[in-house]
């Protein structure tokens, strides 16, 4: 039996029960005599087991057969729940995450029968219950000792293509250097991918990467382990490279050697001998495999949404109503009477937009996903935590039905989840500290979400230590970031914006200035990119809350379109605060700056036609100037002249453009056919 096709069914249906078992098991942590969460807990295992054995993952069947056994006993009344079994069990759906993770990799669940977690709900079972280090610290050294010398000779492994062994020759023969590379990134970073575009990024000033292992449309899809290795042309030393790629945070090493020549090939035969069999294989046998027709090997990602009934319902009814009007349409203009024809068809027009305003709406509320499913995995990560860290510390959560796109949704999850780590990690203090500042001993972290106008707000704080101001401004002047002179005209919130620069996000400012550091460059960036704004707010001893702000969708935003010279431009009506009309006479100069006094707030102006090259041609004695806001910060920009308010559908401009400038955060196409681009706010100020 061919089971393939219910592959993507049977990866949601997974990932469903793991998540529900991640929460009953947390429940029943706290009330092991709780017989509904015993029970819930029987069912989610025995229903993995039926699926896992159905699909033929044998594996996965066995450990959650074992499971169930368990749970089985515990039902009867012959076993109890402990402490050690609960940290087993949850050992348990860590390697059934990963044997899922493999699954949607290449369709197969791999060879790993893990043994040790086996062994020990065995002894679980038969009362002997073994000590959790069997599992984890002595399997994961053994682990550790038989990969390293194997990861240390990735960048040996290079197959050159003929195109990248003529580049080395051209280089050999103008004396420059050629090193292949591997890079190593630390096991505990959460977003390789950016770390990885950091190391690309700082060396392209140092040379040309003639190629990268895995390729590079892999690295930025986060398809690799914790290492790549790189072959880069270039005059610098191999020294000076490495020192370059290790400066980027959260690398833990990197090592390589120089090329004298273009290396031969000892795996071309290996190769040649695979690509012929892959050609052969049947599509039969590809889908024995668990391969979906998206070519081998390829992952397959979870594109289903659940989508309520009832919205679906009312999607249904609208796309009726369009019909009636479109039908209206076409009996108006097939009418004889041309006065009656006119406002009828007017009529008709106001209709047509009515429905289509509300079916767009409909659509998006189709696309928006609660928050929850983003949020549910935390519980289970904070109190992974609390053990690992020997911290007394509860997660309070809420809002989590607030909806988002889904879009966005899929890449907030891991700037939250560094925010949480580093309040759980750096901004709690232990319990010891906690007691001596008269603080309760349990430390609070705080994820609270909601809808705020077209936006929403998620907060992530805690009750700890809070941001350091004058720790962060002493350690900016150390490393060179800001001067004395600067530093000391700085206000509080300016200082603790550099903790947003990619240069603060190092161990070192970790431990010595206030724990709060690590990634927020990436973190920053992530939300940025999704069109959002992330601020904090501190009180030494009291804590600290950093908020997001985020659209609630990417698609199709309210926008004020503007014309500056002969060319139109949008802006989001989300940044917009007013619209002025200000007299040339009032524009003042700070540091040879322009400058506006609006009702007591000193704004700066930004000359739009100047920042994108445009001639300008308004002489008039007056600007018209769009305030626009980033958080606190406020600027003017100076527009020819008005066009109004519109909805505008977001079109990207695809990486090639979005690469050359930043100020332009996509394009819309208007009733006439006429392109406008979208002015990103945000890289502006």
């Known amino acids: 039996m061919d089971v393939s096709q219910y592959l993507e069914i049977f990866i949601d249906e997974t990932k469903e029960h793991l998540q529900n078992l991640n ?6 942590e706290k009330e092991p005599e709780n017989t509904d969460t015993i029970n819930e807990i029987f069912r989610a295992a025995h229903s993995l087991k039926g699926m896992a054995g159905t699909m033929g993952f044998k594996r996965m069947q066995k450990l959650t057969h074992q499971m169930e056994d368990v749970f089985s006993e515990i039902r009867n009344g012959k076993m109890t729940v402990t402490p050690n079994l609960v940290d087993v069990l949850f050992q348990c759906l860590d390697a059934l995450e ?31 219950a073994v000590v959790k280090e069997e599992v984890s610290e002595p399997a994961k050294k053994a682990e550790v000792a038989s990969s390293g010398d194997s990861k240390k000779e990735k960048y040996k492994d290079f197959v050159f293509a003929d195109f990248e062994k003529h580049a080395m020759e051209e280089a050999f023969s103008k004396n420059l250097n050629v090193y292949a590379i591997t890079v190593f990134v630390d096991e505990n970073c959460l977003l390789k991918a950016a770390r990885a575009f950091l190391v690309f990024k700082n060396l392209e000033d140092a040379g040309e990467i003639i190629k990268s292992n895995p390729p590079a449309q892999d690295i930025e899809d986060e398809k690799f382990e914790f290492d790549f290795s790189i072959c880069i042309i270039t005059k610098e030393s191999l020294e000076k490279v490495i020192s370059i790629i290790k400066d ?35 599509p039969a046998q590809a889908a024995s495999k668990g391969q979906t027709g998206k070519g081998n090997g390829k992952p397959i990602v979870n594109r289903s949404v659940r989508v309520d009934i009832e919205k679906l319902d009312v999607l249904m009814n609208l796309v009726s109503e369009l019909i009636i009007a479109k039908n209206g349409l076409v009996s108006q203009s097939n009418s004889d009477t041309v006065g009656v024809r006119s406002q009828a068809f007017y009529e008709q027009i106001e209709y047509l937009e009515r429905v289509t305003t509300n079916l767009h709406e409909s659509v998006m509320k189709v696309r928006m996903m609660p928050i929850e499913t983003v949020t549910q995995k935390f519980p289970r990560m904070i109190r992974d935590l609390t053990k690992k860290l020997n911290k007394n510390m509860e997660l309070i959560m809420t809002g989590e039905d607030t909806e988002l796109d889904r879009t966005v949704i899929d890449e907030i999850g891991d700037p939250l989840m560094h925010l949480l780590r580093n309040s759980a990690d750096h901004g709690l203090e232990s319990p010891e500290v906690r007691v001596q500042k008269g603080k309760p001993e349990m430390g609070t972290i705080r994820l609270d979400a909601y809808q705020d106008g077209n936006n929403v707000v998620i907060e992530v704080g805690d009750d700890g230590n809070g941001i350091d101001v004058e720790a962060v401004r002493n350690k900016a002047i150390d490393k060179g970031t800001v001067t004395a002179e600067q530093a000391a005209l700085m206000t509080d919130k300016e200082v603790i914006d550099l903790l947003f620069r990619p240069s603060f996000s190092t161990a070192k400012v970790v431990s010595d200035v206030s724990g709060r550091g690590v990634g927020l460059d990436v973190v920053k960036s992530k939300i940025e990119s999704l069109g959002g704004e992330i601020e904090v707010k501190t009180k030494l001893g009291e804590g600290s809350t950093f908020i997001i702000r985020l659209p609630l969708t990417l698609a199709i935003i309210q926008a004020l379109m503007v014309e500056l010279g002969e060319e139109k431009y949008a802006i989001s009506l989300g940044s917009i605060q007013t619209i002025e009309d200000i007299p040339v ?24 036609d100047s920042v994108l090259d445009i001639e300008y041609t308004n002489n008039d004695e007056s600007l018209t ?9 406020l600027a003017g920009l100076v527009v020819d002249k008005l066009i109004g308010q519109q909805e505008i559908v977001i079109k990207s401009l ?8 930043k100020i332009i955060g996509g394009a819309t196409i208007l009733g006439d056919g006429e392109v406008a681009l979208i002015l990103d706010v945000n890289t502006l100020l």
């Open 625 to 633: 100037v769009v305030i626009v806001k980033k958080g606190d910060k």
């Open 654 to 661: 695809g990486k090639y453009l979005s690469n050359s400038s």
């Open 248 to 282: 980027v945070s959260e690398i833990k090493d990197a090592i390589g050697e120089k090329l004298d020549k273009v290396p031969e090939d000892p795996k071309k035969e290996v190769v040649k001998v695979e690509a012929e069999e892959k050609k052969t294989e049947a």
């Open 23 to 28: 929460e009953q098991l947390l429940v029943i």
């Open 585 to 608: 006479s009032e524009i003042k100069y700070v540091q040879t700056k322009e400058v506006v006094n609006l009702r007591g707030t000193v704004i700066p102006l930004i000359r739009l």
């Open 98 to 128: 990963t044997y899922l993770d493999l699954i949607m990799e290449s369709g197969d669940e791999g060879d790993n029968d893990n043994e040790p977690i086996l062994n020990q709900l065995e002894a679980i079972m038969s009362g002997k």
